[in-house]
T-cell receptor, first 112, second 113 residues
């Protein structure tokens, strides 16, 4: 069965420091991969997606992610974190049949 | 542009009472529609999805049901709420494509007391 693992439940990063959120997936075919961000009490906003082609994808708000097939990973990165980036981040994989499977999320805390 | 509306934003209901949450999409036709539940620390659980009017697929057996009476309207219901139904409910839509991007509503916080 398809699955997504986000091993870090919480991460604390100092403002201005770099960020990497980990995501590993289990899927037999070429995956379609997504990162979403959720601010408290809000819906999810798409940050970026990978469908095919260049394995380094750029998203909104200065985020990027790299697809590594050999590691079954799709880690999210940002070179310099801002206090407004504090939120929960979800990785998801499209399983076909027009459905997504989500990871359990990583809560990002930004310290001054 | 497409927009998705979900209401109410918050709801407090007693155990055993009925539930109706509504979701509508504007600016698109024939969308796929989804209901998710988000419990604290557990990510998003897909409850129902629909590829057309009257077509509902249930992902998890439970106390809830869904209906799609119109192309861009998706309703989540329960006849009798349980304490375990508390959570954050999200509606989403996507276009009909294999590599579908899902777009989410703002969510409904349901507290069953």
């Amino acid at each position: 069965a398809q699955s997504v693992t986000q091993p870090d439940i919480h991460i604390t990063v100092s403002e201005g420091a770099s960020l990497e959120l980990r995501c590993n997936y289990s899927y037999g075919a070429t995956p379609y991969l997504f990162w979403y961000v959720q601010s408290p009490g809000q819906g999810l906003q798409l940050l970026l997606k990978y469908f095919s082609g260049d394995t380094l994808v750029q998203g909104i708000k200065g985020f990027e992610a790299e697809f590594k097939r050999s590691q079954s990973s799709f880690n999210l990165r940002k070179p310099s974190v801002h206090w407004s980036d504090a939120a929960e981040y979800f990785c998801a994989v499209n399983t076909g049949f027009q459905k997504l499977v989500f990871g359990t999320g990583t809560r990002l805390l930004v310290s001054p | 542009s497409q927009t998705i509306h979900q209401w109410p934003a918050t709801l407090v209901q007693p155990v055993g009472s009925p539930l109706s949450l509504e979701c509508t999409v504007e600016g698109t036709s024939n969308p796929n529609l989804y209901w998710y539940r988000q419990a604290a620390g557990r990510g998003l659980q897909l409850l129902f999805y629909s590829v057309g009017i009257g077509q509902i697929s249930s992902e998890v057996p439970q106390n809830l049901s869904a209906s799609r009476p119109q192309d861009r309207q998706f309703i989540l219901s329960s006849k009798k709420l349980l304490l375990s139904d508390s959570g954050f409910y999200l509606c989403a839509w996507s276009a009909r494509a294999v590599n579908n991007i899902q777009y989410f509503g703002a969510g409904t916080r349901l507290s069953v007391l």
